[in-house]
């Protein structure tokens, strides 16, 4: 069984900025395709950024310029840079791995409170 484990939510100003990390349970070589999710009191859960196993990234418009997503594989871990945060950055931010053999996983989330 995968384990992932967000970490680094917390309370910010708008303008601050969070980083937050994905640790896997294991290799993360073998993740394909890494990715941040959140969700929203009362709304679907969007992909905010995603990376792949060679590093390429994809960013949902709404945080393009201000998230930056990376993987260090060496730490088995994931990290979106969040600056100029928005109060409509609020929620809980989820990390997803696909890995190479079709398996996927979530973590339990972490939550980003923005104030205005």
């Known amino acids: 069984q995968v384990r992932l484990v967000e970490s680094g939510g917390g309370w910010v100003q708008a303008g601050g900025s969070l980083r937050l990390s994905c640790a896997a349970s294991?290799?993360?070589?073998?993740?394909?395709?890494w990715g941040w999710y959140r969700q929203a009191p009362g709304k679907q859960r969007d992909l905010v950024a995603t990376i792949t196993s060679v590093g390429s990234t994809n960013y949902a418009d709404f945080v393009k310029g201000r998230f930056t997503i990376s993987r260090d594989n060496t730490k088995n871990t994931m990290y979106l840079q969040m600056n100029g945060l928005k109060p409509d950055d609020t929620a809980v931010y989820y990390c997803?791995?696909?890995?190479?053999?079709?398996?996927?996983?979530w973590g339990q989330g972490t939550q980003v409170t923005v104030s205005s």
């Open positions: 294991q290799s993360s070589v073998n993740i394909r395709n």
């Open positions: 997803k791995a696909i890995f190479t053999w079709g398996a996927s996983y």
